[in-house]
């Protein structure tokens, strides 16, 4: 089975500063998918990110952009230039190619401070 | 295009009654996933349908919960004999087919328990 980690609970950032998230998994599958999610409090999930494992440039996606090391399991998110907008949960999850086998990490809720 | 519609937004039960949750995907869309999250914490895995199928049941306990994908109508999470333990935001997600790795997801149900 796989598993999705989240070791930070809870972050904070100042408006216009980058911060970055972190997710590992557990697998044993070669080809999958990693994305991160935004969930604002209007709990809206929304689609920050995607990265297919078998590509080795890491996504990026205009101020989102990820550090994809497939060798260490490691999937962390940065968001660079920090906007009050981007207050939200952020929730990493992985996917297993051609089955949608879909998983989430527990989040991790992120603050951007004006 | 409609999004993928949930209905309703909230749905308040006594304990003991029976809690039907609907999910239309987006036009298309033969592939449904339905999570449970719980307060402060992730997306957990309940069932994975195909219209007329269940795929992947395994996150989904055993007694008083059921899903269903009819061929025609919406995806119907079921819960009966509601405690207050099931008190939560469900959450169904669509993706067109089984090779398509965008998940739409809905804006969730939130079920509470009196």
């Known amino acids: 089975a796989q598993t999705v980690t989240q070791s930070q609970p809870e972050m904070s950032v100042q408006e216009a500063e980058t911060v970055t998230l972190s997710c590992t998994y557990d697998t044993s599958e070669n080809n999958y998918y990693l994305f991160w999610y935004k969930q604002p409090p209007s709990r809206q999930m929304i689609l920050v990110i995607r990265q297919e494992a078998y590509k080795q440039q890491n996504a990026t996606e205009n101020r989102f952009s990820v550090n994809f090391q497939k060798a260490a399991k490691s999937f962390s998110l940065k968001i660079s230039d920090s906007q009050l907008g981007d207050t939200a949960m952020y929730f990493c999850a992985f996917m297993k190619q051609l089955n949608n086998d879909m998983r989430f990490g527990a989040g991790t809720r992120l603050t951007v401070k004006p | 295009n409609a999004g993928v519609m949930q209905n309703p937004r909230h749905l308040v039960r006594r304990r003991g009654q029976e809690a039907r ?14 999570y449970r999250q719980l307060p402060e914490e992730g997306l957990k895995f309940m069932v994975y349908l195909q219209k007329e199928n269940i795929i992947d049941e395994s996150g989904m306990p055993k007694e008083r919960f059921s899903a269903e994908f009819p061929k025609e109508g919406p995806s119907i999470l079921r819960i009966q ?7 939560a935001a469900y959450f169904c997600a669509s993706f067109k087919g089984a090779e398509n790795t965008e998940a739409f997801f809905g804006q969730g149900t939130r079920l509470t328990v009196v």
């Open chain 2, 81 to 87: 004999q509601v405690v207050r333990g099931d008190s």
């Open chain 2, 21 to 34: 949750l609907r999910c239309s995907p987006m036009k298309g869309h033969s592939h449904v996933y339905w």
